[in-house]
């Protein structure tokens, strides 16, 4: 499947009426894909167990969407296959006083995913031009020098971002940014599943309608977000949301193609290490 299309192209301008959060590509229906995403999640798992056992690159995975775009189920799903050992995820929540007493990106750092491993974060510190950008009180509350607070902050953060991005593939982190555009009825639809059906009601939150109110607003941080953060070693990909399992097969392909991108290999065991496994099987085989 070509996925190129969903990735946004550094400096590229982000009108999300452009893409549609419907697309399906070549698919018809679920049915039309067979086994494709068993293929892709068994393909990823072969990938990690190289990436675990080189030890060179660590991976970032970005998840970001509004309420009931499907990021928890992206997560579930498509990373099923892989070793809890080498995979971390992490879901930021409302920062603690602790972390409010730093940078916005300290809490992040702490997370980081070591050589080796894939750490994967269910939003991120991009909620800090996004939420906090339509919740201007939640910057009030951030203890910033008031002469720090201009009409250039939202520029300046994303700035910033790319900055730490930026440093964190030269030293050998690969990153992938994915924004789950879902569409404002198939996000009613699922809100409304998530009053009717019992199993989920713990999902609905009072605030979620009071951020639906705001639609138009996210919408247009998340273009400015897009259109000035997605870079050549930190690319975003806009993934069509409104049907979980093309979601799913997109971000599967997404991350299978960028650690085919690496050099990965089983590291070659060195003479010594030879002789000794040698010796090893020498030994097994002399017992009775």
Same mark, same amino acid.
């Given at each position: 499947m070509d996925t190129s299309r969903f990735r946004?192209?550094?400096? +590229?301008?982000?009108?999300?009426?452009r893409y549609d959060p419907a697309d399906t590509g070549p698919f018809k229906s679920k049915q039309k894909v067979g086994g494709k995403l068993e293929r892709g999640i068994e393909r990823l798992a072969a990938l990690q167990?190289?990436?675990?056992a080189q030890d060179r690159w660590s991976v970032l995975i970005i998840f970001q969407g509004i309420d009931a775009a499907g990021k928890d189920s992206a997560i579930k799903h498509v990373m099923s296959?892989?070793?809890?050992?080498?995979?971390?995820?992490?879901?930021f929540k409302r920062p603690s006083d602790e972390e409010l007493d730093?940078?916005?990106?300290?809490?992040?750092?702490?997370?980081?995913?070591?050589?080796?491993?894939?750490?994967?974060?269910?939003?991120s510190y991009y909620e800090e031009v996004l939420v906090v950008r339509v919740?201007? +009180?939640?910057?009030?509350?951030?203890?910033?020098?008031?002469?720090?607070?201009?009409r250039h902050v939202w520029r300046d953060r994303c700035e910033d971002i790319n900055a730490f991005e930026r440093y964190l593939a030269r030293n050998g982190t690969l990153i992938r940014k994915f924004f789950l555009h879902v569409s404002k009825e198939e996000q009613r639809r699922r809100l409304l599943e998530r009053l009717d059906q019992p199993s989920k009601n713990w999902k609905f939150q009072a605030g979620d309608l009071a951020e639906r109110d705001r639609w138009n607003e996210y919408m247009r941080a998340y273009e400015e977000a897009l259109s000035r953060t997605s870079t050549r070693y930190a690319p975003w990909f806009v993934v069509p949301a409104d049907h979980k399992w093309f &979601?799913?097969?997109?971000?599967?392909?997404?991350?299978?193609?960028?650690? +085919?991108?690496?050099?990965?290999?089983?590291?070659?065991?060195?003479?010594? &290490?030879? +002789?000794?496994?040698?010796?090893?099987?020498?030994?097994?085989?002399a017992e009775p």
């Open positions: 946004v192209r550094p400096g +590229e301008k982000v009108d999300l009426r167990e190289q990436l675990y296959g892989l070793n809890p050992q080498g995979t971390e995820v992490f879901a730093h940078d916005y990106l300290w809490r992040a750092v702490k997370a980081l995913p070591e050589r080796g491993r894939i750490g994967i974060f269910n939003r919740h201007p +009180e939640i910057l009030g509350g951030q203890k910033l020098p008031p002469s720090l607070v201009t &979601t799913r097969l997109t971000i599967a392909d997404l991350v299978v193609e960028a650690l +085919e991108s690496l050099d990965l290999a089983f590291p070659k065991p060195s003479k010594a &290490t030879l +002789e000794a496994l040698a010796e090893a099987r020498k030994r097994l085989g």
